[in-house]
DNA sequence: TTGAAAGCGCTACCAG
DNA sequence: CTGGTAGCGCTTTCAA
């Protein structure tokens, strides 16, 4: 006497969601074919080790079209102990035409290496909680951009199986490579350039637009730190990037007393120029502005605005560095700073 | 007698790769807390079905903190027989600031509900091939950006257990819920309007970076078809985004007989108008020109930027379309349009 | 309250 | 040339 387990639903069946059709797996192949689960791994992954002849191999593809086999990559993953994903968590706020440029070069050149990069939506999550969640996807490596992790977070990730961690940031982390990219450095090729040319009472404009804070602090505080000491001031101007938010600020223009501004980057400076000169200012004579990130846009306004260029590192030498850091993840941490400022002087300053 | 097995290095000891320490599994925390997986397992996920007394709930705790232990997302995946992933294919050139800040919205919203968003770098595959490439991660749903995907590929990822596939594109896929998003439509409002302020010749702007022929061959697309039978021409015209490109074009502009231009969007559309003022045509006397995309440095130039406003369907919408989608599947698929576009007159044209 | 064990889907070893 | 099978790490019944 046999005995089958049977299936009995709870509910009514008119109630019960539509049972969905399992999803095929190598073994319904194999069945299908007349084979067994080896011989369906063997020929879908052209096992070279191993010869199945030919009307097998046909048998075996036919019947995984024929069910819309797809395998599981969780459990290939699983199974081989490692995968050749690499992460990239999502920065907290909206990617800028820099960025998105560089994420999209350096996966293009990372699936030319045969890795598989995927951004990673954060949770909200910050700091060590980050970083156990990512090391759960156990990827072979891991590309943090900004100040999203600490010592703890990358040994964290390096005991989960990552060969690689890089971070993109200001300041090298224990353990992990880095390419060096200080926003406070844009801040300090504004300012000593105003200062330079011969401004004393510096603007300068935070974004009041949320999780801005993550670029715009810097890059005040880089624009402080180039005027420490020396005989000028630097105000800090909030400013939400819409036409009456500027011309409110250059409303109170000449109240505040400034000779200079940097523009947090090229777009808040245009939005800024545009008001200050409708109000009346006139640029350079009266206040001199200064943008960042070399815009091409920045260089159509009249007058022609000056701004602080940023290299970012190009996509295919990051790639590469991280293959490296993966075959060989005994190497001593790397710090690059391919990431480089240049102030480029135009006609507003 | 027993005999153990023993691993036997094939290289002399110091040629080896350092023997990365093995990853530490809820086995190797339940050896060090002295109870068994099942326990840890309870412990570390606050199963509620079950007590623990609280003196090895700690034991438990401090154990998996001591060695590092973080859960691995395959095994769980692989056990429970689903995820909350939510798969987006990143688009195949770098996403413009409206794109962007679309994702961005989505993926908050997306995990407040609690699933994981997750960018996949397109390996340059495409087609079914694509498809399937998706499908081996089993996700929960897949939101399809562009023309990516057809029927076939929408049966692949919902055979592979994807309980909703949303396409972002011009048309509705059989099988998948849609936003429709034709950029077509762009164009056709460029047209529509050039031809409603009386002119006839009309230029196209098709940039040259590659690429990015998926948005500008519908744009120019949409406005031949709105001019088809009105006595009016349409031009394509190529243009790099460099100032010399559009001096170039400028220069030899009065040769081709155009009385206006749709500039492919506001960044493109800016670039040329500057470049066509430089060379003393008048706008819009001369030559009418319109963006599209509503950038605010739109604005800012004088003459203000005629333009098309674009508007992307809101994060948190598209985000609760696909939680509907994921809790009932059989649900008839569903076509919105909240996407939809505009023409804002300013004086450029 | 805790432990033993099955099994998710896959690949790679070894035996036939 | 092909099949049987162990086991990757995890959760979850069932039994003690």
Redesign the interface.
Known sequence: MRYVMVQIPNKPASTM??A??P??TSADVARLAGVSRATVSYVLNNTSAVRISEPTRRRVREAAREL?Y?????????RAGH?RMVLMP?LP?????LY??F??DF?GA??RLDY?????????VGGDEAA?AW????PVAVLVPGTGIGPEGV??LK???A?AVVTLGPEAVEGAHAMLLDQADVGRGAAGHLHARGRRRIGVVVPEEPGMELFSAPRLAGAREALRGADATVTELPLA???EAADALAARWRGLGLDAVFGYND?YA??LL?ALRDAGLRVPEDVAVIGADDL??G???RPRLSTVRITLPLGRELASLVDRAVR???AAPESHALFSVAVVHRDSS
Not at 135 to 138: D, G, M, P, V, W
Request: proline share 12%; hydrophobic share 35%.
């Open positions: 969601p539509p969905p059709r999803v095929p819309g797809v395998p599981h990559a969780a459990a290939r993953t699983l995968s999502t706020v909206p990617a800028g035409p998105s440029r994420v999209h996966q990372m699936s598989t990069v995927v951004q990673y939506g954060a949770s909200g156990r090391a759960e996807l156990r040994a964290i005991r989960s199986g060969r990037y819409t036409e777009e245009m939005l545009r091409l846009l260089r159509l306004l060989n993840p005994a």
